[in-house]
């Protein structure tokens, strides 16, 4: 009875966090923007200063031909709302969520051809629910679970090729299954091997 509690409370944890970002409330961003490598900007610590106060507003970068490449709202030094990612055509390749400089709600990428590159959710910070990621021509990379930042589950990665390298669950915090580990040696993604320390 207490596993299925786990599992619904997991399910609506999950439902809530990945079907509206838009839901989640933001501070109000000034709308200020400064350039990034504009002189007086400077990263202390987890702040962004500017003229040696807490940054409040839009860094945002430019093409040359003017398209904006990048925006991320700040407030008071910490990364707040939605950070946008452009490539030089217009396309956008990123967008990702921040509440207080941590990451939170749906998170998206894509390649430069539109194919979907990653997606992941996070809770205050930490990875929550299925973490996805794909290889340039479409192929599954990555299909991992979290729980508020620890794999549980089913897990598994793909080689270039399409073979699995990966492929294990993780049950009461122990791995079971294939890690990407052959003959205590790690799988490099150039087909190397190296020692695993112990």
């Not at 490539?87 to 956008?92: A, I, P, V």
């Amino acid at each position: 009875m207490k596993f299925v509690g786990t599992i619904l409370l997991s399910c609506l944890l999950w439902n809530c966090t990945t079907r509206e970002t838009a839901a989640l409330s933001f501070d109000t961003i000034s709308a200020i923007e400064v350039e990034i490598g504009t002189a007086g900007l400077q990263q202390k610590g987890a702040l962004l200063m500017f003229n040696n106060l807490p940054f409040n507003g839009y860094l945002v970068k430019y093409s040359q031909q003017g398209r904006l490449l990048s925006k991320t709202g700040y407030v008071e030094g910490k990364r707040e709302g939605m950070a946008e990612v452009y490539d030089e055509s217009g396309n956008q390749i990123e967008r990702r969520y921040f509440k207080a400089n941590k990451k939170v709600g749906f998170h998206q990428g894509w390649w430069p051809s539109g194919q979907k590159k990653f997606e992941y959710t996070f809770v205050d910070g930490l990875h929550h629910g299925e973490y996805r990621e794909w290889q340039m021509d479409g192929k599954p990379y990555k299909e991992f679970h979290h729980e508020m930042g620890f794999e549980v589950g089913s897990q598994k990665m793909w080689d270039s090729d399409g073979s699995i390298r990966a492929n294990y669950v993780v049950k009461n915090g122990h791995r079971y299954g294939l890690v990407g580990l052959k003959n205590c040696k790690s799988v490099e993604s150039n087909g190397e091997f190296t020692a695993v320390p112990f």
